[in-house]
């Protein structure tokens, strides 16, 4: 499959459930479904660009780097624009990009290979 | 005419040694014997270094000639053949500097190193099945490791004289799945004290007293090897299930550390909001 | 036996045509050996019975003598070789064990004779205080007097061809009891260029080989039985 296709996958699936691990924060229910979508966005931006650099790069190190760098900077827009719970979207932002910059190295090729370039 | 000891002893000697008179070698000094004949080490005069040079009876050149037309990086190249004015048939051939399997191993090589060697070996014997040869006689004695860490399989083609029995299939005539037990008895002897079951149910899969249970080529039982160094499930072994999951986490580490991580900042925050 | 005289040094015409017959070959027509097979089998295998009976059944030097004068006399004009499976053993073996058989038999035959049972000898038991065993001692003295008799060709080859002088620089070196001359000694002594000693050597090893494959061939069973022992023979 295509990387910037999976990283758009991955970045929206991860991100949707980024955003869905609000829930357990009662005062979001409200605007659960806003932030489903802004995280699904964030997700889906992250793993284009991860995407694109896996096409370019095979580094799984610098993926992950990659994907934790963006995941990072948007998931600090994000909490910006809200003036608030910057380390609580932050930080696990920062995660879900890393695993999304992973899992970007990781498709299409044969695991061993992946593993031999680690 | 009345022989002594001595001379007996020193006649047996040199009337043994090959007359190398009209062919371009120096005769050494003796190396080891094979099954099939003796080997020395001698120079070539006329470009000065030194070979291997192996001695036999005319009646054994047949299948060496075979062997002789192999030319693979585990198979050592042989430089002339030629008739001695003996009567014998020789071989010259390289010179192998390095150390045999069973004294390499000696010096404690990593596991790592331990299959790379059985891989070559196993390359080498692929390769001259494919071309109709058959070792018949592989056993740690019979494999070289040269000072490049490269891997050299001698003594082609002869049926073991005194053979080790260990490394003998049990079936009567010898074939390519009598190489494939052999090396599943090398591949056995390499391994060290305690080995990961993995590697020893490859090694008794291939010394499976029934030949058509064993592996059916060298090849297939490389890929088995090259699974397990890959993580992967080994054809041979059927794993207990926490050895399985153990394996599945080892190689998806790098994402399971990663949810791990995610988990792990979620629950962080959710709690020290709450204190 | 005519043999070709060696004409070239090096390659392989040096080796002469084979005239011997394997004992399998001169056997072909009946069970027994035909006289000559037989004479070559004394000729080689004479001494080391001989030896081989004094040191393992302690006869002294008249016994043994008569015993192995017995043995060669009776028990290999009896279907001896007939018996002999080729695929068990070789001919040297299976002739060792003749003679224990032959000696035991004696000796069973001679003490039934006997009043009192004074035992004469015992086959088992003294070994320990020799050095050898008995059937090394037996394989020893048949390699001597194989290598003996190869000599003895070989002496008679070289006055033969004219290559005296060969068989002289071949004496010095390679038959030589004690220290060894070297090939410059060799080389002056006879006013020749030590290349020359060189090849003369290797030339007379070479024939000498051969001459102890002939030998052999005439007393082994067939080529499988010459290639082993050959094989035990060369150091």
Redesign the interface.
Known sequence: MNKILAGLLFGLVLGAIDGATAWFYPETHSVIGGILVGSSIKGMLVGLFCGWFARKVQSTKWGVLLGAGLGLLFAFLVAAMQHEHYLAIMLPGFITGAIIGFLTQRTGMPSLAAKRQA | ?????????????????P?L??TRYELESEIGRGGMGVVYAARDRQLDRRVALKVM?L?LAGEAQLIARLEHPAIVPVYETG?L???RAFYAMKLVAGARLDYYLESAPSLGERLRITRRIGEALAFAHARGVIHRDLKPQNVMVGEFGEVYVMDWGVEAVAGTPAFRAPEARLDQRSDIYALGALLRFMLPASPPPALRAIADKAMHADPSARYPDALALLADIERFQ???AVEAWSEPLWHRLRRFAS?NA??LW??A??AG??FL??FL?NL | MRLDPDTTMGGPQGQFPSTQLSLLEAASAGATLPNEALERVSALYWKPVYRFIRVKFRKNNEDAKDLTQSFFATALQRDLFARFDPAKASFRTYLRMAVERFAANEHAARNRQKRGGDVEFEPVGEQAALSESPDDIFEREWRRQLFALALDDLRAHCDACGKQLQFEIFEAYDLAGGDRPSYADLSARHSIAETSVTNYLAWARRMLRQFVTERLRGVTAGERDLRDELRRLWM
């Open positions: 005419m009345d022989v002594s000891d001595s001379v007996l002893d020193h006649l047996r000697h040199v009337a043994a040694l007359d008179s009209g009876d009646a008739i004015p003996d009567g890959d993580g992967l190689r790098v994402l990663l949810l991580a995610y900042v979620k925050l959710f909001r």
